[in-house]
């Protein structure tokens, strides 16, 4: 079946540092969607990204959707405390959505 | 307005008790999805309605597994003689739509099987 894989499983930047986490799907996806979950909490969509090549901005945050549209990046400019979580992406499988395992992100202050 | 809400938050059950789990959606929100989480995981599907339909059980691990959502708003999932690998965070989320929109997260059911 479908897969999502996403690196790295986890990163401990220092804040003002820069982050990026990917995403891979072992088959071309119509979309694909992100999700940031805070410790403790439940998962929070951030966005969708549709078209081949497409990059979307908000504020510090870049996502990137691949031209074959098997893989995405999200990329945080000078992170800050508020960032940390763990950030899923997701693609459609039929009648579900299928989320990779996430990355973690833990930023020193 | 409200989001989706979800009870118990939290569960903790001895092996081979039933359990049931609410999931209350956002209000006017035709899909409605159930996943299991696990520790340091992503979500995982479990099943997926349209309205009061179950259009989809494919992700459900056991037939001890059980949802339903008659009459197209809240669900309930029911685990039946649970077994300690059904310790897990149990996520409902609701969209407009099947595709093209977000889902909304509820706050999830901690179940523990003691």
């Known amino acids: 079946g479908q897969q999502v894989m996403q690196i790295p499983q986890y990163q401990h930047v220092q804040e003002g540092e820069d982050f990026t986490t990917y995403c891979n799907s072992s088959?071309?996806?119509?979309?694909i969607q992100w999700y940031k979950q805070r410790p403790g909490g439940h998962p929070v969509f951030l966005i969708q990204l549709v078209k081949s090549g497409e990059v979307k901005k908000q504020k510090r945050l870049t996502f990137q959707f691949g031209e074959a549209k098997k893989n995405s990046s999200l990329h945080i400019t000078a992170t800050q405390t508020t960032d940390v979580g763990t950030y899923f992406c997701?693609?459609?499988?039929?009648?579900?959505?299928?989320f990779g395992a996430g990355t973690i992100l833990r930023v020193k202050s | 307005g409200a989001g989706v809400s979800q009870s118990p938050r939290y569960k903790v059950a001895k092996r081979g008790q039933d359990v049931a789990l609410r999931c209350d959606p956002i209000s006017g929100h035709v899909s409605l999805f159930w996943y299991q989480q696990a520790l340091g995981q992503g979500p995982e599907f479990l099943t997926y309605f349209q309205n009061e339909a179950q259009l989809d059980k494919s992700g459900l691990p056991s037939d001890r597994f059980f949802a339903e959502r008659p009459e197209g708003s809240v669900s309930t999932l029911k685990i039946q003689r649970t077994q300690q690998e059904d310790s897990a965070v149990y996520l409902c989320a609701s969209s407009l739509a099947r595709w093209g929109y977000e889902q909304y997260f509820g706050p999830g059911t901690r179940l523990t099987v003691t």
């Open positions: 088959t071309t996806l119509s979309n």
């Open positions: 997701a693609g459609p499988g039929g009648n579900k959505l299928v």
